[in-house]
């Protein structure tokens, strides 16, 4: 459907599942693959993906006329992507996750027991978001969704990992934000100096590694002066 | 080259250019300017590429200090003297070293455009020199102009011989009143026919709470069908978004990537430069536009522009 006069919207569910989104992510990369003249920029989301083109090279109908048949073509052979699998280093609680006791009170769980759920499970990027490199991971366990603070705060410091109902976060950099915050990251997520500028990109996987605030200031020093890696090889 | 010292900055000044494209799925807003026309005019009267990067000014302008002899032109109806004097915009004013160049306040209109011979050098940071202040992402350190700051400009560049002026009818009038056209969607299920006809017969008012990233505007509320949670998709600069107040936000040039908000309707994009010069307590009006009538405004308006290119008086 038409979102504007420059762009078209692909709809493909309307439940927030990895499968869904899985499937925005591989025609994504079919949309890419492809080619198409006139095609600008293409934003995955949950369940769609916005197609940005120009309206002096490409028509509206012709698009979607491609845009359907590459959907039906791609159904049939999902998803052959490279799986890119990220591991972030996380310190949990204390001044660095202030809300953890919150979320651990809130269901009735031991703060360990938090942490044990929220680092064991392998998190989708379904997208990125609210700012720049900001990747909206899921799904979290049921166990441990939170609804967000009532009152966002003004200022969430960079690497804040939160928590909102049945996704989880890292802010790329200091933001008002109404997530609750379980612990945070030495990393950084976003430069606009590199290539591609986020440290993720939407259809990767990422897992936390539960780490000291020694080891917190370590990665950081080291960090700073280069690109952290956390892509484990396959 | 340091063209100019920043003497004031100004309300709100930044270095825009048309915008940065092919970075929306890193969560990445486009920027550039918020009235693009007025941004190429302003390019054309110093004889620039129509997207060469210049300064932004929102209500009041900066005082700057001329360091070259340089050219430049200004594109917007705003107070500008130079050394004191009255001076014209809409056309190439060559300047002196050691001029001084004060703007006042914008008289209609929200925004000013002021070029220079060549462009301004600020890095390109993800391929544009605009400025996203709250992503610190381009133009001057990714932030606004401060006092003590320099513009700087390009080496070698070839002043140009003549001087360039807009035709009368050519200059854009900036109305307290605009209308905008839209295109219905993509959530417009989201609202009942009522809601629909609410927002398209009665004029909206900006709020205070206005600026690149979007405006908030006052009116007559916009009825839901239902309540349905809209799960966040991607946004785009004029996006018509309706939160649960049924008050709408239209998203402007710095606007996120993505929200949650129903989309009743997208501003046309031809329409979209002429929004960018609303102000707070300024009306709009959206009239529906079908897709085929949008795109071939847009096609007009670009012919527009080349077009005024090829009628600018030249003075020699």
């Known amino acids: ?234 | 080259m340091k063209l100019f010292r920043v003497a004031t900055p100004g309300f709100f000044t930044t270095v825009q250019d048309l915008g940065r494209f092919g970075f929306l799925k890193f969560g990445v807003p486009i920027s550039g300017a918020m009235d693009e026309f007025s941004l190429q005019l302003a390019n054309m009267l110093v004889s620039n590429d129509h997207g060469d990067a210049c300064l932004e000014m929102t209500l009041i302008g900066p005082e700057l200090e001329a360091l070259h002899d340089v050219q430049i032109a200004v594109a917007g109806d705003i107070s500008l003297q130079i050394n004191g004097q009255d001076s014209d915009t809409w056309q190439t004013i060559n300047l002196m070293t050691g001029d001084i160049v004060s703007f006042g306040k914008v008289r209609t209109g929200c925004r000013a455009y002021l070029a220079v011979r060549g462009g301004i050098d600020v890095p390109i940071v993800l391929g544009s020199r605009s400025t996203h202040v709250r992503g610190e992402i381009g133009g001057m350190q990714g932030r606004q102009l401060k006092a003590g700051d320099y513009v700087e400009g390009f080496d070698a560049v070839q002043p140009i011989d003549h001087c360039l002026i807009l035709p009368r009818e050519f200059i854009p009038s900036f109305s307290r009143e605009t209308e905008v056209g839209v295109v219905l969607g993509p959530q417009l299920e989201s609202f009942t026919e009522k809601g629909l006809k609410t927002f398209l017969f009665n004029p909206y008012a900006l709020t205070v709470e206005a600026d690149r990233m979007g405006y908030r505007l006052e009116g007559p509320s916009i009825e839901y069908s239902e309540r349905i949670d809209t799960i966040s998709d991607a946004i785009l600069p004029g996006s018509v978004q309706v939160p649960a107040n049924g008050k709408p936000i239209v998203t402007m040039q710095d606007a996120q990537t993505t929200g949650g908000y129903p989309k009743i309707a997208v501003v046309v994009s031809a329409d979209l430069h002429v929004l960018g010069q609303a102000k707070p307590n300024d009306k709009i009006c959206f009239h529906e536009t079908a897709l085929s009538t949008a795109h071939r405004k847009l096609l007009d308006y670009k012919k527009e522009v080349g077009i005024i290119e090829s009628k600018l008086y030249r003075r020699f």
Not at chain 1, 19 to 40: D, K, M, P, W, Y
Not at chain 1, 155 to 160: A, I, L, M, N, Q
Request: glycine letters at 8%; one cysteine or more.
């Open chain 1, 1 to 234: 459907m038409p979102f504007g006069d420059r762009a078209l919207k692909v709809e493909l569910g309307n439940i927030i599942s990895p499968e869904v989104n899985a499937r925005v992510h591989a025609l994504h990369e079919a949309i890419t693959h492809a080619q198409f003249s006139g095609v600008c920029e293409c934003v995955p989301t949950y369940c769609s993906l916005l197609m940005t083109y120009d309206p002096a090279k490409a028509s509206y109908e012709e698009l979607v006329t491609k845009v359907n048949h590459l959907e039906e073509t791609s159904k049939a052979h999902v998803p052959k992507r490279k799986m890119h699998k990220a591991v972030l280093p996380v310190v949990y609680g204390g001044d660095f996750g202030p809300d953890l006791a919150q979320v651990s009170r809130f269901h009735n769980l031991k703060e360990g027991d938090v942490v044990r759920m929220h680092s064991q499970q392998e998190y989708l990027v379904y997208m990125i978001g609210f700012i720049a490199g900001f990747p909206y991971l899921g799904k979290l366990p049921e166990e441990i969704a939170t609804p967000r603070l009532e009152t966002p705060r003004l200022r969430v410091p960079e690497g804040s990992v939160g928590i909102a109902e049945n996704q989880t976060g890292i802010y790329p950099r200091q933001a008002p934000g109404g997530w609750q915050i379980i612990g945070r990251a030495p990393i950084k997520l976003f430069d606009s100096l590199w290539q591609p500028p986020a440290l993720l990109q939407p259809g990767d996987f990422v897992r936390f590694r539960p780490i000291s605030a020694e080891e917190f200031w370590q990665i950081r020093a080291s960090a700073s002066e280069r690109r952290y890696d956390p892509f484990v090889a396959e």
